[in-house]
């Protein structure tokens, strides 16, 4: 009989053999954000992550300095090796780190169209490689969005992603957590009809960048929307909050929870970790991924 953890306010039932999630993300050292917030996620909601690293962040918990794409056919490499190997559950994409990537990504993709995919863009780093950036961001949109399960993106991103002008975001909101509900700006409305309208099946459309004393994320489907919750707004700045929502969401998902379900778990998940966020740094704070495991997890969110 499998076990049962009680990872945030709702029980999981851990199975004997973890479910297996793909995560294609970039290195982080930090361990705030990329890669390494996705397997301790993965790993403390009872997942078994296979990383595919897409790129090398030269970053510190105050910012990111350079970023160093890794070469595609390595890629291609690492990524079909394990598929030809372990069956997945679910495939976690983040920063992808070039056009090239974002393409060869698409590709294996396609050959598993019946496997949940949950992407976050983090094109927070996107910046960093200019005109590249840009492509990289409109291949996205056009490669991988039609393919997705559910995309997990703020307005900034959101509105990149759609190609539609952003009126209200504060570019300076890397994995922040903050803000009231914008899902009423017509802005966010185009841009959220173009996205479904081009085949993601549903956008959990987060509070970042946002001012106010709550947190509001709002899941959309092409019916309209599904779910807001709201969350108080926690103080001070933290690294990998997107990242650790959209692991999180993932996780739940491979353990076969309902959409709608596996959103609101994940935002309790990811809630509980910024609420015990640690200080490793000189920089942002980074989330508590294991709070559960250190007698924290039976707290009231």
């Not at 959409?259 to 809630?271: C, G, H, W």
Request: charged content about 20%.
């Amino acid at each position: 009989m499998p076990s049962v953890v009680h990872f945030s306010l709702m029980p999981i039932a851990i199975p004997e053999t973890p479910p297996c999630v793909m995560c294609l993300s970039a290195g982080d050292a930090t361990a705030g954000g990329g890669l390494a917030a996705d397997i301790l996620t993965l790993a403390s909601m009872g997942c078994h992550p296979l990383p595919v690293q897409t790129a090398a962040l030269v970053r510190d918990t105050r910012g990111i300095e350079e970023v160093w794409p890794v070469e595609p056919e390595l890629l291609s490499m690492q990524a079909r090796a394990v598929l030809e190997d372990v069956p997945v559950a679910a495939f976690k994409l983040g920063f992808c780190g070039s056009v090239e990537n974002v393409a060869l990504i698409a590709e294996i993709l396609s050959d598993y169209p019946e496997v949940p995919l949950v992407v976050e863009p983090a094109l927070y780093a996107a910046v960093l490689l200019g005109e590249a950036g840009e492509e990289m961001v409109a291949a996205l949109a056009g490669l991988i969005l039609p393919q997705t399960t559910l995309l997990v993106a703020d307005r900034h991103e959101l509105c990149r992603l759609a190609g539609v002008v952003d009126s209200g975001a504060d570019e300076d909101a890397e994995d922040e957590e903050g803000g009231e509900a914008v899902a009423d700006d017509p802005g966010i409305d185009e841009a959220l009809a173009r996205l479904l309208g081009s085949g993601t099946e549903s956008i959990l459309l987060t509070g970042g960048g946002e001012h106010g004393p709550q947190v509001v994320n709002t899941l959309f489907g092409h019916d309209g929307m599904i779910r807001a919750d709201a969350w108080p707004r926690l103080p001070g700045r933290h690294l990998g909050a997107g990242a650790t929502l959209a692991a999180a969401a993932v996780a739940a998902i491979a353990h076969g929870m309902a959409l709608p379900e596996a959103v609101r778990e994940a935002q309790e998940f990811t809630q509980q970790a910024l609420r015990h966020a640690y200080q490793a740094g000189m920089g942002r704070a980074l989330p508590d991924r294991f709070f559960w495991a250190r007698g924290k997890g039976d707290e009231d969110v």
